[in-house]
């Protein structure tokens, strides 16, 4: 029978498929990511792993795997895995696209209304027992409505986020390494060198994938041509943003707020550097988290490796 490792506790309904035809051996926890020896082991045994955007799948875990086919992501980033080497030993490694666009979209739109009103730092207010009174100019933020939005990474989650925006009277710039004209004459948004996007935007949304060309893409330069009164918003990959020059950026009123979902190093302490910022709302990773996309995303995986595992093709190959 052929064997299974699954990086993660995951809901029974999620697995049982899997285990009527396989070999199934799941981590005990929901929380805690198995250590590197750990996956090493387990890759040497088995045919397919389960994993998630918090598992570092390097060339260590690939060459340990001497019967491995499948590496199913539950995700649509595959950062977290060292493609070149998946490659090298003709694996397959599969993702979880489509699935998850409008419930991410959702999420990065909550954070450029959370961040522009400050809703986080007016709760944590509340909640301490600080409010007295009405306050005229108290937690005064950034409209929304009719501001001008730039997406960085016109992808589906991208145009999930310029269709919400057109419900904002905004108008929509975007920078991407392909032109979408016919999005843009379906949905109105303009192509934007990334220079003219920054300093044009009031919210810039960041949606783009890590790659090698996006780490670092928005680094002190970028933040210095963005406005004093722009919020920017990371929903995609912490290292597509300079950690250190956007602490600084928000410290010194560069820009006006920062709503994160992901970090360079995932995850973060309560001591990290950017959650000492009173104008930053921060999230732990959670684009995709709505119940019906996550089972979505799970039945996509399972699918794909059951598939693999039997001779056929997947739906979602990445290679
Ligand atoms: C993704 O799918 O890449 C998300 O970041 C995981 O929730």
Request: hydrophobic share 30%; proline share 9%; charged share 25%.
């Given at each position: 029978m052929k064997k299974i490792f699954i990086t993660r506790k995951l809901p029974e309904e999620a697995v049982a498929g899997l285990r009527e035809l396989f070999d199934v051996d799941m981590w005990?926890?929901?929380?805690?990511i198995p250590p590197k020896d750990v996956l090493v082991e387990k890759a040497k045994t088995v045919h397919a792993l389960w994993t998630n955007v918090a598992d570092t799948v390097d060339r260590d875990v690939i060459q340990a795997g001497e019967n491995l086919e499948v590496i199913a992501n539950l995700a649509v980033g595959y950062n977290n895995i060292d493609i070149e080497a998946a490659k090298e030993r003709g694996l397959t490694v599969t993702n979880t696209p489509g699935v998850l666009t409008e419930t991410t979209a959702d999420l990065a739109f909550t954070l450029m209304l959370a961040a522009a009103r400050q809703t986080g730092q007016a709760e944590r207010f509340l909640r301490e027992g600080k409010w007295t009174s009405w306050s005229?100019?108290?937690?005064?933020g950034m409209d929304i409505f009719g501001a001008t939005l730039g997406i960085v990474g016109m992808g589906r989650i991208g145009e999930g986020v310029a269709r919400r925006a057109a419900g904002f009277d905004m108008e929509v710039l975007y920078h991407n390494r392909t032109r979408k004209t016919e999005a843009e004459s379906m949905f109105g948004f303009r192509y934007a060198e990334l220079d003219d996007l920054l300093s044009k935007s009031d919210f810039v949304v960041v949606l783009t994938p890590l790659t090698d060309e996006t780490?670092?893409?928005?680094?002190e330069r970028e933040l210095g041509l963005m406005k004093e009164t722009a919020v920017l918003v990371n929903a995609?990959?912490?290292?597509?943003?300079?950690e250190d020059a956007l602490y600084e950026a928000l410290k010194n009123g560069q820009i006006w707020a920062a709503g994160l979902?992901?970090?360079?190093?995932?995850?973060?302490?309560?001591?990290?550097?950017?959650?000492?910022?009173?104008?930053v709302t921060a999230l732990?990773?959670?684009?995709?988290?709505s119940v019906k996309t996550r089972l979505a995303m799970m039945r996509m995986n399972s699918e794909d490796i059951e598939a693999v595992l039997s001779g056929r093709e997947p739906e979602n190959r990445v290679v």
């Open positions: 005990h926890s929901e929380d805690e005229p100019m108290g937690f005064t780490r670092g893409m928005i680094g995609a990959r912490g290292g597509i943003v300079d979902d992901v970090f360079e190093g995932e995850p973060i302490g309560s001591d990290h550097k950017l959650l000492t910022l009173p104008n732990p990773h959670i684009g995709s988290a």
